[in-house]
């Protein structure tokens, strides 16, 4: 049985669809990261995925279990990070727990232990404003680790972070998965960012999203991001994607058939 099972998923927005007849299973512990053109439906899968929106057609199950809701098992973390402004890094990270119903006494350790885990505790006091980008992300990944969620949902969660900050944060995203084996599905436009992290990379086309090619990554971990068979995926993904992209140009307004 796969953890994830996505059966004949499609999305509609009005007439626009969003997302075409998708299948995909993801196993238990696996990484798995989706890449494709901007507006291709990612984020909407994702949401999809995480019960945030319901399907026009087809299914999302997780554990055998149709997926009807939000669960906070299967967290998500959003593209824009989605903290309380009114809230301090503690309060944010605590959230989960306390819709939890856990007593305070138990949450403290908890979120003190969180906090060092993404290298925030010294900044638990502090609002997200006065944080930098790359704080709020971390801080973000501590709320969606809180409830030791058994699935994460990432949608490009280092998309508006400088070069050196990704790779840091890649690395603790690495060191955290390897530690929890969680099943993780990342949507990301950072191809080498896919490859350094996942299990299998999936492209999606154009919209209406669907999956273009899957390329499995196999290599042990942590991996060389100077490998030559890095590389040669990276090329093969990115040939895939100017192709999409170019499509995308080339079509009619209104016109999504491909
Ligand atoms: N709630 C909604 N109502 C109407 N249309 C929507 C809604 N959510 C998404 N869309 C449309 O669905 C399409 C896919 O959006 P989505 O956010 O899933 O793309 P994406 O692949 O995540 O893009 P990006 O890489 O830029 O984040 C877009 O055309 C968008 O306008
Ligand atoms: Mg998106």
């Known amino acids: 049985m796969s953890k994830i099972a996505i059966a004949n998923l499609t999305q509609m927005f009005g007439p626009l669809r969003v997302i075409e007849a998708l299948d995909?299973?993801?196993?238990?512990?696996?990484?798995?990261?989706?890449?494709?053109?901007?507006?291709?439906?990612?984020?909407?899968?994702?949401?999809?995925?995480?019960?945030?929106?319901?399907?026009?057609?087809?299914?999302?199950?997780?554990?055998?279990?149709?997926?009807?809701?939000?669960n906070p098992r299967h967290n998500l973390v959003f593209q824009e990070h989605a903290l309380y402004p009114w809230r301090t890094v503690q309060q944010n990270v605590a959230l989960g727990l306390e819709i939890q119903r856990q007593n305070p006494a138990q949450m403290r350790p908890r979120v003190d232990s969180l906090l060092e885990l993404v290298g925030l505790e010294n900044f638990a006091g502090y609002y997200p404003h006065q944080l930098s980008g790359g704080m709020r992300q971390r801080a973000a990944l501590a709320r969606a680790l809180a409830v030791e969620p058994d699935v994460l949902f990432l949608d490009e969660p280092?998309?508006?972070?400088?070069?050196?900050?990704?790779?840091?944060?890649?690395?603790?995203?690495?060191?955290?998965?390897?530690?929890?084996?969680m099943t993780v599905v990342l949507v990301t436009h950072d191809v080498e960012e896919a490859l350094f992290l996942a299990d299998r990379v999936i492209?999606?086309?154009?919209?209406?999203?669907?999956?273009?090619?899957?390329?499995?990554?196999?290599?042990?971990?942590?991996?060389?991001?100077?490998?030559?068979?890095?590389?040669?995926?990276?090329?093969?993904?990115?040939?895939?994607?100017?192709?999409?992209?170019?499509?995308?140009?080339?079509k009619i307004p209104g016109d999504f058939s491909i």
């Open 203 to 250: 492209v999606m086309s154009a919209l209406p999203g669907r999956i273009r090619e899957v390329f499995a990554v196999p290599e042990s971990r942590p991996r060389d991001r100077g490998s030559t068979v890095l590389a040669r995926l990276k090329r093969s993904i990115l040939e895939i994607l100017g192709l999409e992209s170019a499509i995308r140009k080339a």
């Open 158 to 181: 280092f998309g508006a972070l400088d070069a050196m900050t990704r790779l840091v944060l890649q690395d603790e995203l690495l060191r955290l998965w390897l530690d929890s084996r």
């Open 24 to 70: 995909l299973a993801v196993e238990e512990g696996e990484f798995v990261a989706i890449v494709g053109p901007s507006g291709c439906g990612k984020s909407t899968l994702l949401r999809l995925l995480s019960g945030l929106v319901k399907p026009s057609q087809g299914r999302v199950a997780i554990d055998n279990l149709e997926v009807s809701g939000p």
